[in-house]
């Protein structure tokens, strides 16, 4: 299980994610919303190891990795699907898996069950990972995580950038990720809809603080809105609470 | 002409050997490493004492100054390089640049400023040569020392293309922080890149010495022509040192063909002619990458 405490992580002067709180079990699927600037990106480079100027503490299955480096983090069982894919664009799709599979930890995710997973890859597997379509890539990206065997992976703005088609297709895919049960996923994403479908609880962020926490289907559409844009149930700011 | 170009060509096999480790360590550690001249006329010496002082067969000094060269690498990376890399453009270069100064005084502190050379151990290869058609002679050693550039490009590729440590340095050359998330310990990765780069200067340090004579003060100078070699093959580009190096060494050659003082002013005008060509934005791509795309492959 991932557990994280009390993350606050900086850029500069400016203070990017406020005391964030959360867990997530193996199996279980954590929805993460907030609008552009609210500190979904930081906050999970801080908790990958990527994004240094932080403190509070995460822990992984009861270890504590808050002071090792983003490869050991991934040794433990802890793997991030970035923002923008950040694939090798000069290495093919097998060997994108392949370095991802040499370095992280061994488990059931092989490069045979990570193809039955993502059929998408298959007839792509000798292409150069920098050719591919947007949604390709993103196939590459899990798959990537995937093949380091992680407890917990979490995975950055999903369907950023991606065609309706292709979104449906990486859904279905994540949904055989879910139902399988070795895992348990962040999926931060942007559009709501799918956010509280796909999860089992949602966490939303304003200005780097989660101003709502609960399970899918409790959550009400006034609820996501006030919180999402900062708006109190009189549909008054409450940024001005984190100021 | 076609003597010249051929000595350029055989010249240029050297220079791919000692530019071949500072691309590998400019692509991975992103890291312009000023005293690799310096470490690579560190190692002819030491090949030099075993020889000299020791009285160990060269082909034994050699196998046993590069393990060493490695370890230094190794050691440097983990203890002074990543250290420097935090702090900026500025200061990898001035530390590198102190770094060869160490051991430029280091050498003349212990071995003085005479020139030394492994010429002498190495019986008739020194001047031995085949004698071609046309009153072409070509000396056996650059001949060997070619082939060994070769075999020693052919080794990385296939390093680089086919082992774990390998795709690991492709990885980290590209997104170091993505090849963290892949689980791969970019530091250690580096270390390896400069340990390698290190036994690479230490095989062309061999070469030099073998070929010609060296001082403390040798190193600059090698550290330009490896730098040239990388520019116009290419940065991160590997066998764009072998094209590089070829260059470098047929634009030398021309030049010392006309006169002995214009040896070295003919390669860096050819350097110089390829950055502009460069700035012009029509040769970004370097020479071995801008062939591909002219034969219509990827870029």
Known sequence: MLEVKNIQAQHGLLQAVRGVSFSVRKGEVLGVIGANGAGKTTLFRAI?????????????????????????????????????????????????????GEHGRRGDWTMETVLDALPALKPIMRSLAGNLSGGQRQAVAIGRALMTNPDVVIMDEVSLGLSPIAIEGLYESLAQLKASGKTGIVVVEQDLRRALTFSDRVICLLEG??????????????????????????????????? | MLDAIIQGVLLGGYYAILAAGLSLMLGVTRFLNLAHGDL????AYLIIYLVATWHMPILWAIVLTLPVMGLL????????????????FLLPLLTTFGLGAVIQNGIYGVFSSDVKSLGNFIGNLAWA????????????LPVYIFVASVVVLVSLQLLLSFTKLGRAMRATTVDEEAAELSGIDARRIQRATVAIAM??????????????????YTGPTQLIFAFEAVVIGGIGSLWGTLAGGIVLGIAQS????????????FGHVVFLAVLWWRMKGAGSLGIVNLLRSLKGGRA
């Open chain 2, 254 to 265: 021309l030049g010392a063909k006309i006169s002995p003082q214009l040896f070295q002013l």
């Open chain 2, 73 to 88: 690498g190794w050691a440097l990376q983990a203890f002074l390089f990543a250290r420097t890399m935090k702090g900026g």
């Open chain 2, 199 to 216: 036994v690479l200067a230490g095989l062309a340090g061999a070469a030099l010495a073998m070929r010609s004579l060296i001082n403390p």
């Open chain 1, 48 to 100: 990958t190891g990527v994004h240094t100027d932080m403190t509070g503490s995460v822990t992984l299955n009861g270890q504590d990795i808050s002071a090792v480096r983003p490869g050991k983090r991934v040794a433990a069982g802890l793997a991030m699907v970035p923002e923008g894919r950040r694939l090798f664009p000069d290495m093919s799709v097998r060997e994108n898996l392949q370095v991802a």
């Open chain 2, 129 to 140: 040569s085949w004698k071609l058609p046309g009153h072409i002679s070509v000396g056996k």
């Open chain 2, 40 to 43: 690579a006329v560190l190692a």
């Open chain 1, 209 to 243: 603080a989660i101003t709502l926490e609960g399970a899918s289907g409790e959550l009400t559409h006034d609820d996501i809105t006030s919180a999402y844009f900062g708006l109190s149930a009189k549909g008054e700011e409450r940024s001005a609470a984190h100021a």
